[in-house]
């Protein structure tokens, strides 16, 4: 069984920019959540989606929007690229919604802003 | 409000030595909790998880971890490590998303 894949794996961008990251989720899974790693803040929770719908979001500014298609495939963007959007972008993908759910994440996507 | 603490951003250890991760959290509702590793430019790999049940769950790689209620903990430990568990490993308590603690880096010594 695949796993959640995640692309592009790499991605330099200039400030003012903006960015569209893609992540495929294990075949069934209608769960996809995305996660923003720095050195300095960890990991923190951008927005999850759920049969296309937004069920959850994070306490980041507008700049991050997200979606989901009817595949469950997802994709994020950011606009507007900062130098502090520099980050590593996790997608993690389940089955289902819940609190005991176990999420699958992919390799991530790591973004440089310049 | 959940939220997770890991004492301790690095630990190493000789090889062949105890490996103990701590965890502590804070959850309004009794917590789910999970222990994931993160392998260098890679993503989080699930090791083990609490639910409900017994206290003392068993995960991957002869990795455990005891939910202790009455200490708020979910420490993660392994009797004999070896040197493929280098690696960054964070404890995170679920409540419709993942509540990650800043994360503990192992390092193993040969």
């Known amino acids: 069984k695949a796993g959640v894949t995640q692309t592009p794996r790499y991605l330099i961008k200039t400030r003012g920019q903006q960015v569209t990251l893609s992540c495929s989720p294990i075949?069934?899974?209608?769960?996809v959540s995305w996660y923003q790693q720095t050195p300095g803040q960890g990991l923190q929770f951008l927005f999850e989606?759920?049969?296309?719908?937004?069920?959850n979001k994070g306490n980041f500014p507008g700049r991050f929007s997200g979606r989901q298609f009817s595949n469950s495939r997802s994709e994020m963007n950011v606009s507007t690229l900062e130098l502090g959007d520099s980050a590593l972008y996790l997608c993690a993908s389940s089955y289902q919604t819940g609190r005991d759910t176990e999420a699958f994440f992919g390799q991530g996507t790591r973004l440089t802003v310049v | 409000a959940q939220s997770v603490t890991q004492l301790g951003s690095h630990v190493s250890v000789s090889e062949g030595a105890l490996v103990l991760l701590r965890c502590n959290y804070s959850?309004?509702?009794?917590?789910?909790l999970f222990w994931y590793v993160q392998y260098p430019n890679q993503g989080l790999q699930l090791l083990l998880k609490?639910?409900?049940?017994?206290?003392l769950v068993k995960g991957i790689n002869g990795f455990e971890a005891e939910f202790k209620k009455s200490e708020t903990s979910f420490h993660l430990t392994k009797p004999s490590a070896h040197m493929s568990d280098a690696a960054e490993y964070f404890c995170?308590?679920?409540?419709?998303?993942?509540?990650f603690g800043t994360g503990t880096s192992l390092t193993v010594i040969p």
């Open positions: 995170a308590v679920s409540e419709r998303k993942f509540y």
């Open positions: 609490y639910t409900t049940g017994a206290t």
């Open positions: 989606y759920f049969s296309e719908t937004q069920r």
């Open positions: 075949s069934g899974h209608r769960s």
């Open positions: 959850s309004s509702v009794p917590p789910y």
